[in-house]
């Protein structure tokens, strides 16, 4: 049995959170939008822990796939080269991927 594949993209607090905002929202995410064969995915924002600690990541950008060939489909078009070049414009804090199995 072949289970699927989930991509996390946990990005670090940016120097700038308005600018990495309006960024994202405007320019990254439409970019996301055109990658072609890109199915479910999903965005989020780190809260503060029940303590009030600051959240260890700022943000969190996950994608499934279906099988190791449909993530290599969609992560070798052209339109998600451009998703990954455009990280430097506004991810200030870095960026870790995190790729998984699902079980």
Not at 15 to 20: E, I, L, T
Not at 42 to 70: C, I, M, N, Q, V
């Amino acid at each position: 049995m072949t289970h699927g594949l989930k991509l996390s993209v946990l990005y670090a607090h940016p120097a700038d959170p308005v600018a990495f905002e309006a960024h994202y929202r405007d320019t990254h995410l439409p970019l996301v939008a055109g990658v072609p064969g890109l199915g479910r995915s999903e965005t989020a924002k780190g809260l503060p822990g029940p303590d009030g600690s600051t959240p260890p990541f700022y943000r969190l950008f996950e994608a499934w796939f279906d099988s190791p060939a449909h993530l290599a489909a969609v992560s070798g078009s052209a339109e998600w080269q451009r998703v990954t070049d455009d990280l430097h414009n506004f991810a200030s804090g870095g960026v870790t991927v995190l790729l998984s199995q699902l079980a």
